[in-house]
């Protein structure tokens, strides 16, 4: 079956760092397209930024552009989240997510789009 663990949470100061990571199984992501999303207390769920599986192509949502950086690494089926200069407003659950290329057909922030999840990683960020 398919698994995605997310790591990597924990809690830091405003302008300090964290990197997530993602374990992929279960299949081949070849064609796949991954993404990260957070959730904060009574919001919404969010993009934060994807990265193609074989292209290695990137997104990002405005607001952390500068700041995170997606990555992968195919052999060790990972993919990382490197979050600098976090700010309060980046407090959330993150969530590690696949959808295929196909599916998700260029719509990176539409969390629908993703077939698979993992359980999420608390990310807290103080004042």
Do not use: H
Not at 2 to 25: M, N, P, T
């Amino acid at each position: 079956q398919v698994q995605l663990v997310e790591s990597g949470g924990g809690l830091v100061q405003a302008g300090g760092s964290l990197k997530l990571s993602c374990a992929a199984s279960g299949r081949t992501f070849s064609g796949y397209v991954m993404g990260w999303f957070r959730q904060a207390p009574g919001k919404e769920r969010e993009f934060v930024s994807s990265i193609t599986w074989s292209l290695d192509s990137t997104y990002y949502t405005d607001s952390v552009k500068g700041r995170f950086i997606i990555s992968r690494d195919n052999a060790k089926n990972t993919v990382y989240l490197q979050m600098n200069s976090l700010k309060p407003e980046d407090t959330a659950v993150y969530y590690c997510a696949a959808g295929s290329g196909v599916i998700v057909n260029g719509r990176y922030f539409d969390a629908k789009k993703y077939s698979y999840w993992g359980q999420g990683t608390q990310v807290t960020v103080s004042s």
